[in-house]
């Protein structure tokens, strides 16, 4: 599955966020028992309120939402990559995942020390994308010294990767992190950035810690985090983890009942797993019937086949054609036979693109 690793100095409230996010009722969701794979790492339902308006058409009796998870990694401080506190199983975790949530403390708490002795997220943020570059510098100047040898003798893999691998060197030595490579990277370049797997190559998004009090409509603190996000073309996402720690023990409805005292429109975990979800470039195909209605993760830009092997891999190997109803279709014409009537039903081969919302039935051989 696809995995976001929640990272951050200690004392930001990363745990607190991460026990909020599997104990949410969303997380337990029924037909599919909430399950922590490992102590920590926990899978999260997404939500998505286009499940319930499928259901309603296709008289679904269960709907069962997709799901991501993440990653409480802890062990972070200053000096981490150069193996400080616990340094070294810090990076390897953070290796692991396909993007990052950097928690960054936005409230103020006199009795909860800071690391750092000073509310300041933004030089916060600085402080660990600071270890995760040193990090970078340090296993790219000691892998590019053999690729550029291969290179100059020819070898052609090595000639593939020397030239993204020098660009990361460059922004790296520069104090940069090599996610801005992403900015305008070819396609077919993409592949061979991965394949470096560098730590600061993985997509973030901020999360910004805030009071209760601040809740709503945020503080100085999650301005200036915002304004940092922006100019790196990032997310920022303002939660109370206190609030999300509360809510997440309470029922649906009580749930909604306190937010709404406090004016908040939905869980601000919502929020988060929603824009993790868009961080690590996925969207959501439908099955719909009598049984079930069932979201389903691919990564943006997947086939046809590949979407079907989410379900079961004979499904790929087999892959006939699928039937694909987009969802405002779907919804507004009354499903599946009033959309096959309308002509809103297509025929789709091999070479399809699956578009987020698509409502698909796999046609395979076994
Ligand atoms: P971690 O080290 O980043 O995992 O941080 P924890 O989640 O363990 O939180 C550290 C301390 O800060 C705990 O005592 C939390 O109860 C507290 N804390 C977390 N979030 C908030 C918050 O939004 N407001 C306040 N006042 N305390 C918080």
């Not at 309120?49 to 008289?59: C, Q």
């Not at 679904?60 to 993440?70: K, L, Y």
């Not at 079961?312 to 694909?324: K, L, M, P, S, V």
């Amino acid at each position: 599955g696809f995995k976001c690793g929640i990272v951050g100095l200690p004392n930001v409230g990363k745990s607190t966020l991460f026990n909020a996010l599997t104990k949410t009722a969303a997380a337990q969701a029924a037909n599919y028992p909430f399950c922590t794979i490992e102590p920590n790492t926990g899978e999260v339902a997404v939500p998505d309120p286009r499940m319930k308006e499928i259901a309603a058409v296709a008289k679904s009796q269960n709907i069962i939402p997709t799901r991501i998870s993440f990653v409480d990694i802890a062990g972070l401080v200053r000096g981490a990559s150069k193996g400080e506190g616990l340094g070294n199983q810090f990076l390897a975790n953070i290796r692991e995942v396909d993007a990052i949530v950097h928690v960054l403390r936005c409230f103020e708490d006199d009795d909860i020390t800071h690391v750092e002795g000073r509310i300041d997220p933004v030089s916060d943020a600085e402080t660990v994308e600071t270890e995760l570059m040193l990090s970078d510098l340090e296993s790219l100047e000691r892998r590019i010294v053999q690729i550029r040898k291969r290179a100059t003798g020819k070898d052609k893999e090595a000639l593939a990767v020397l030239p993204m691998m020098e660009k990361a060197l460059e922004l790296l030595q520069d104090g940069k992190p090599v996610r801005m490579l992403l900015r305008d990277i070819a396609p077919d370049d993409l592949p061979i950035l991965q394949e470096l797997n560098l730590l600061t190559s993985k997509p973030v998004l901020y999360v910004c810690n805030v009071a209760e009090s601040n809740a709503v409509a945020g503080n100085e603190h999650t301005r200036a985090v915002a304004a940092m996000a922006e100019a790196q073309g990032a997310e920022t996402v303002v939660i109370s983890a206190a609030i999300e720690a509360e809510v997440a023990q309470l029922s649906d409805e009580e749930g909604k009942e306190f937010l709404d005292a406090i004016g908040l429109e939905e869980p601000g975990l919502d929020r988060l797993i929603r824009a993790g979800y868009k961080l690590l470039d996925l969207i959501t195909y439908f099955t719909a019937g009598p049984k079930e209605t069932r979201a389903w993760t691919v990564k943006r830009g997947s086939k046809a086949p590949q979407a079907a092997g989410v379900i079961h891999t004979d499904f790929e190997r087999g892959f006939i054609r699928a039937q694909t109803i987009a969802f405002h279709d779907y919804v507004a014409l009354g499903g599946e036979v009033a959309a096959k009537e309308a002509g809103k039903a297509r025929d789709e081969g091999k070479e399809y693109v699956v578009q987020d919302g698509d409502v698909m039935l796999f046609r395979f051989n076994t």
